[in-house]
Nanobody, 117 residues
Framework: QVQLVESGGGLVQPGGSLRLSCAAS????????IGWFRQAPGKEREGVSC????????YYADSVKGRATISRDNTKDTVYLQMNGLKPEDTAVYYC??????????WGQGTQVTVSS
């Protein structure tokens, strides 16, 4: 079955950087999208960025635009989210989600990002 495993979270000071990884396995799909979402305590889960399997079209939420870069390594079935200039409001659990061309969704278990001095 499809499995998504996030890694790369941690504690970082404001202004610092992190690279999150989402390793996917258990599927062979012609078309899919992998996205990063985050959920802060007491808030709803929100979309951060996504990339599709075809042309690699990307999307960024306004809250991270200019500070985040999503990329993929097809040889490793891994999607990365590089985040720079981190702010305390970026503190959240970050999840990756795979969406198939048929609309099925698969979530990872999440990785905690804490931005604090």
């Amino acid at each position: 079955q499809v499995q998504l495993v996030e890694s790369g979270g941690g504690l970082v000071q404001p202004g610092g950087s992190l690279r999150l990884s989402c390793a996917a396995s258990g599927f062979t799909l012609d078309y899919y999208t992998i996205g990063w979402f985050r959920q802060a305590p007491g808030k709803e889960r929100e979309g951060v960025s996504c990339i599709n399997s075809g042309k690699g079209i990307t999307y960024y939420a306004d809250s991270v635009k200019g500070r985040a870069t999503i990329s993929r390594d097809n040889t490793k079935d891994t999607v990365y989210l590089q985040m720079n200039g981190l702010k305390p409001e970026d503190t959240a659990v970050y999840y990756c989600k795979l969406t198939t061309g048929q609309g099925a969704h698969y979530w990872g278990q999440g990785t905690q990002v804490t931005v604090s001095s």
